[in-house]
């Protein structure tokens, strides 16, 4: 590990994580781009989503259902690929996610039938909230907590985090813009412009898998060697008796957590803004660019937070505000007011998410972590599914508010719960030692 630099600049950009870039691998790079592309195609669908399905004559409940549906076809399928990631290859996984997302945005972008809208979702990969969706991420992070020193781990992912934030926030910000320009100035109608965001996302898409097949074998997870019975069954992997009770504790913990943000995902936020102060696609996309550019950078600040405090203190502490933030966000009836709270909300809503990764590595075994990110981005992603029926259905009740209210208390719950529960536990991914 180089020693930390004696100017004050550097050693401020050295604790929030230059250090873990600056010794990123050819391969690390490489994930950095391919979440960045994949960020920004989940910010740009997420911002047209839930006014395409409004422009299509669909009612609030569908869009809702929509999003549940979605999110529990992407458990089945996440679920599958990331068990499987280690033993067919998690280069062979993330290609195959790639073309899922390419094969959506292409059925997004000329069908206008909900059931085949929807089965493209299940199968494919198209994210309702802004957020991860598919196996990239288990996957990604599983490589890139094979590739780099525990002591930089938290730096990588805060790395990961904020370029994703920012890619977001560009796809945001610029597809706003793009699509008011296209149906104030270039005579398209609403219909055609967001129809025109998702052929970009299948282009991302295939940038993405050209992305993977440069990828190199280093990526891959060690191979033992085994007798032809014992790799059939080492398929789907089992876990050692900690890292079970482990992983049940942190599952429990984090569908909590999941549920209060499933009942706001990010295209039910934009929509509520564009509903309550009708406001036109470019100004939502400035809204969220800016939540996405804060989130991005805030994440650096928790590496830094963390060295000072450790992770579970770092999660703890910046996650509740976010959450009373939340709670806060329908409130005002000023539409500065509520975008304010919002910002707010983001500048501390992904401070958790670098130091929770790099928890989870390390209270596992090394040869589980594929697994064990997997099962814990299933879980998440379980729980979440239950709460956009709820707001689809709260929103076409005109109860749309009590959402983030309930998201908010169930988020400061998970809180105290994490704090309580983990924070003595201790390392045992054997580089943490």
């Not at 909900?114 to 288990?138: K, Q």
């Not at 929509?271 to 036109?280: I, S």
Request: hydrophobic content about 50%.
């Amino acid at each position: 590990m180089a020693s930390s630099p004696p100017s004050p600049v550097l050693r401020a950009l050295w604790a929030i994580g230059l250090e873990a870039l600056l010794s990123s691998s050819f391969d690390g790079v490489l994930i950095l781009l391919q979440r960045c592309v994949r960020m920004y195609a989940y910010g740009s669908s997420t911002l047209v989503l839930a006014l395409l399905f409004n422009t299509l004559g669909f009612s609030d409940t569908q869009l809702g259902a929509f999003m549940t549906l979605t999110l529990l076809g992407d458990v089945l399928v996440s679920l599958f690929l990331t068990l499987l990631a280690d033993k067919l290859g998690r280069r062979n996984i993330l290609m195959a996610g790639a073309g899922l997302m390419l094969a959506s945005g292409v059925v997004f972008a000329v069908s206008s039938s909900y059931v085949i809208l929807l089965l493209a979702a299940i199968v494919g990969v198209i994210s309702p909230s802004g957020n991860e969706i598919g196996p990239f991420r288990a996957v990604e992070e599983s490589i890139q907590a094979q590739l780099t020193p525990h002591n930089l781990r938290a730096d990588i992912f805060a790395i990961a985090n904020m370029f994703g934030s920012l890619s977001a926030a560009l796809g945001q910000v610029s597809i706003g813009w793009i699509t008011q320009t296209m149906t104030t100035s270039w005579g398209w109608s609403p219909l055609a412009a967001y129809r025109a965001v998702f052929w970009v996302y299948a282009v991302c898409a295939a940038v993405k898998l050209g992305l993977t097949v440069l990828m190199s074998e280093a990526c891959e997870a060690e191979q033992q060697p085994r007798t032809w019975l014992a790799s059939v069954g080492s398929a789907f992997p089992t876990l050692s008796p900690e890292s079970r009770s482990i992983v049940w504790k942190l599952s429990l913990l984090f569908a909590l957590d999941s549920l209060g943000g499933g009942l706001v995902p990010q295209s039910f936020i934009v929509y509520f803004f564009h509903q309550k102060f009708d406001l036109a696609t470019g100004v939502l996309g400035v809204i969220f660019s800016l939540t996405s550019v804060v989130s991005g950078i805030s994440s650096l600040v928790a590496v830094a937070i963390a060295k000072q405090i450790g992770l579970v203190k770092t999660m703890v502490y910046t996650h509740m505000p976010s959450a009373i933030f939340l709670a806060l966000t329908p409130a005002p009836s000023n539409m500065y007011l509520a975008a304010a709270f919002l910002i707010l909300r983001s500048s501390t809503s992904s401070m958790d998410r670098a130091p929770r990764t790099a928890f989870t590595a390390q209270v596992v075994l090394k040869e589980e972590r594929t697994s064990v990110m997997g099962i814990a981005n299933v879980v998440r992603t379980l729980a979440q599914a239950a709460g956009p029926w709820i707001s689809g259905w709260l929103s076409e009740t005109g109860h749309l508010w009590l959402s983030f209210i309930v998201a908010g208390a169930m988020k400061v719950t998970y809180d105290l719960g994490i704090l309580a529960v983990f924070l003595n536990q201790k390392a045992r991914d054997e580089s943490a030692q």
